[in-house]
């Protein structure tokens, strides 16, 4: 059994930092991918960003140039540190993973930015 715990999520001002960790536990094979989600109230879930095992990353155009996503490979464990917050980016954030042909998926971390 794979698990994937999320810390660091909470409530910030706008213009604000914050930066969320994901661990990876248990039987794992090889994750390719690690990345992060996110869904606000109301909304369907988005790619916020992703990176590959090489580091390759991809980012979501509305957080480009605020957001860096990172990964560690021998620890199994990406963060996402987020800058210049917005009000816009209150959400669920939920960490994944791609282990061979697995899907994997954390319990999700609140983020609340406030205006």
């Known amino acids: 059994q794979v698990q994937l715990v999320e810390s660091g999520g909470g409530l910030v001002q706008a213009g604000g930092s914050l930066k969320l960790s994901c661990a990876a536990s248990g039987r794992i094979f090889s994750i390719n991918f690690m990345g992060w989600y996110r869904q606000a109230p109301g909304k369907q879930r988005e790619l916020v960003a992703v990176i590959s095992r090489g580091g390759i990353t991809n980012y979501a155009d509305s957080v480009k140039g605020r957001f860096t996503i990172s990964r560690d490979n021998a620890k199994n464990t990406v963060s996402l540190q987020m800058n210049s917050l917005k009000p816009d980016d209150t959400a669920d954030y939920y960490c994944?993973?791609?282990?061979?042909?697995?899907?994997?998926w954390g319990q999700g971390t609140l983020v609340t930015v406030s205006s």
């Open positions: 994944n993973a791609i282990d061979g042909t697995r899907e994997l």
